[in-house]
């Protein structure tokens, strides 16, 4: 990759660095907003949800318009709105004796914002880049997310040591240099945008759905279920570290950095080595999902912090060497004029998978450990059997047939 291009791309990167970190950053610090807003784990819970729900919804709109009008044209806007919601919650806990209800409001609208961003940076992606060097460019993009979902609990904790309400300013002074990066650095060919009318847009999406629903939907399903149990464990042991383990403030978020880690590691190396080797993508997915239901069955039979994280690493493992092979699936799936609009679907279901995740866990827990992590562990072997009959891979000619 020449310099120049490197330096592109690096911008774009910085996209779905500043999006994971929308409930990543949070996520450390639930125990003190459980604390100073008087609330129950499953209040906090919500926290995540109204954030990732409006994404979620959004997203699909965000796939469309940029399909029509041009990725950069939808995704600045979408930054800068993300900021300004993490701003609008800051001044809410800033400012007002009971600021959870604007919290919340503050948030759906950084989800708004959120919605379709990180999609859209994997279909400019997915446009400029072609075969085996699209799956290398996904894997790095993969990267910079996890690398986000890395630091993310080490910044929390750092930052909410001036305030627990802290972290929400940091969302505006992150995404607003970001925004104006992409917009004036990151190129965009509008060549391969669609001239399709509304209708024979949707004749066409509606085509590729005929021919690919069983295969697309199984993609979707690993993907909202990979962030589902990543977020789902990360908001508990968030929890378990100060009440069992007597774990506070930047050690901690250094502690659920470690399954981070692993995940980012990995996706990074995943879409290296899985670049051109498209024969093994759907092994590898299938084992990976049946890693990771591993790992959940075991979780309950540790109580000391080693091993209990030690298992949490491998579980990021298993993550991380699932989602570039799917986001490279997905992106080729379809022509550049509609590539928008299936990784925005795709993001949709990653979104809801994160929204249901952390108050799912909070419910969860009152069944007990075995039930909770038993129960996670049937989910994730039940994906990984879909995954087993329904996932068709394309063949190298296929891919890179574009």
Same mark, same amino acid.
């Not at 961003?117 to 400029?128: F, I, P, R, V």
């Not at 002074?173 to 001239?195: C, D, M, T, Y």
């Not at 968030?238 to 506070?248: C, N």
């Given at each position: 990759?020449?310099?120049?291009?490197?330096?592109?791309?690096?911008?774009?990167?910085?996209?779905?660095?500043?999006?994971?970190?929308?409930?990543?950053?949070?996520?450390?610090?639930?125990?003190?907003?459980?604390?100073?807003?008087?609330?129950?784990?499953?209040?906090?819970?919500?926290?995540?949800?109204?954030?990732?729900?409006?994404?979620?919804?959004?997203?699909?709109?965000?796939?469309?318009?940029?399909?029509?009008?041009?990725?950069?044209?939808?995704?600045?806007?979408?930054?800068?709105?993300?900021?300004?919601?993490?701003?609008?919650?800051?001044?809410?806990?800033?400012t007002l004796r009971k600021p959870y209800y604007l919290l919340l409001f503050g948030r759906a609208v950084q989800g708004a914002g959120a919605g379709g961003t990180y999609q859209l940076a994997?279909?400019?992606?997915?446009?400029?880049?072609? =075969? =085996?060097?699209?799956?290398?460019?996904?894997?790095?993009?993969?990267?910079?997310?996890?690398?986000?979902?890395?630091?993310?609990?080490?910044?929390?904790?750092?930052?909410?040591?001036?305030?627990?309400?802290?972290?929400?300013?940091?969302?505006?002074?992150?995404?607003?240099?970001?925004?104006?990066?992409?917009?004036?650095?990151?190129?965009?060919?509008?060549?391969?945008?669609?001239?399709?009318?509304?209708?024979?847009?949707?004749?066409?999406?509606?085509?590729?759905?005929?021919?690919?629903?069983?295969?697309?939907?199984?993609?979707?399903?690993?993907g909202m279920v990979a962030l589902f149990l990543l977020f789902g464990v990360l908001s508990y042991v968030s929890d378990v570290l100060e009440s069992t383990y007597r774990i506070f403030g930047?050690?901690?978020?250094?502690?659920?950095?470690?399954?981070?880690?692993?995940?980012?590691?990995? =996706?990074?190396?995943?879409?290296?080595?899985?670049?051109?080797?498209?024969?093994l993508w759907k092994p590898i997915i299938v084992a990976a999902m049946f890693g990771a239901a591993v790992s959940l069955a075991l979780l309950p039979l540790f109580a000391k912090l080693v091993?209990?994280?030690?298992?949490?690493?491998?579980?990021?493992?298993?993550?991380?060497?699932?989602?570039?092979?799917?986001?490279?699936?997905?992106?080729?799936?379809?022509?550049?004029?509609?590539?928008?609009?299936?990784?925005?679907?795709?993001?949709?279901?990653?979104?809801?998978?994160?929204?249901?995740?952390?108050?799912?866990?909070?419910?969860?827990?009152?069944?007990?450990?075995?039930?909770?992590?038993?129960?996670?562990?049937?989910?994730?072997?039940?994906?990984?059997?879909?995954?087993?009959?329904?996932?068709?891979?394309?063949?190298?000619?296929?891919?890179?047939?574009?």
């Amino acid at each position: 990759m020449k310099k120049k291009a490197a330096l592109q791309f690096a911008v774009l990167c910085g996209v779905p660095f500043v999006m994971v970190l929308g409930n990543s950053m949070l996520i450390p610090v639930f125990p003190q907003m459980k604390q100073a807003m008087s609330l129950s784990q499953f209040q906090v819970g919500l926290i995540v949800t109204f954030f990732s729900i409006p994404a979620g919804l959004l997203i699909p709109l965000a796939g469309f318009l940029s399909d029509r009008f041009g990725r950069k044209v939808i995704m600045v806007p979408a930054l800068m709105v993300y900021g300004v919601g993490g701003l609008i919650c800051g001044f809410a806990a800033l400012t007002l004796r009971k600021p959870y209800y604007l919290l919340l409001f503050g948030r759906a609208v950084q989800g708004a914002g959120a919605g379709g961003t990180y999609q859209l940076a994997m279909a400019l992606t997915g446009d400029t880049f072609q =075969s =085996s060097e699209r799956t290398k460019a996904l894997g790095l993009l993969e990267a910079a997310n996890g690398l986000g979902k890395v630091l993310s609990p080490i910044l929390g904790s750092l930052i909410a040591l001036l305030s627990w309400y802290a972290p929400f300013f940091a969302y505006g002074l992150l995404a607003f240099p970001i925004a104006l990066g992409v917009w004036f650095l990151v190129p965009e060919n509008r060549k391969k945008l669609s001239q399709d009318s509304l209708t024979e847009y949707w004749t066409k999406l509606k085509g590729v759905f005929k021919e690919q629903a069983v295969h697309l939907a199984a993609c979707y399903l690993v993907g909202m279920v990979a962030l589902f149990l990543l977020f789902g464990v990360l908001s508990y042991v968030s929890d378990v570290l100060e009440s069992t383990y007597r774990i506070f403030g930047l050690t901690k978020g250094f502690v659920l950095a470690v399954p981070v880690f692993s995940m980012a590691l990995t =996706s990074y190396l995943s879409g290296l080595y899985l670049s051109n080797k498209q024969s093994l993508w759907k092994p590898i997915i299938v084992a990976a999902m049946f890693g990771a239901a591993v790992s959940l069955a075991l979780l309950p039979l540790f109580a000391k912090l080693v091993p209990y994280m030690t298992v949490l690493f491998f579980l990021g493992i298993s993550i991380g060497i699932v989602l570039p092979p799917i986001n490279s699936l997905i992106t080729g799936a379809t022509s550049a004029d509609r590539r928008g609009i299936i990784t925005c679907l795709y993001g949709t279901v990653r979104f809801f998978g994160v929204a249901i995740g952390p108050p799912t866990f909070g419910l969860a827990i009152e069944l007990g450990r075995w039930a909770m992590f038993l129960g996670c562990a049937g989910l994730a072997a039940i994906t990984a059997l879909t995954a087993l009959f329904a996932i068709t891979p394309p063949t190298a000619s296929e891919y890179t047939a574009e």
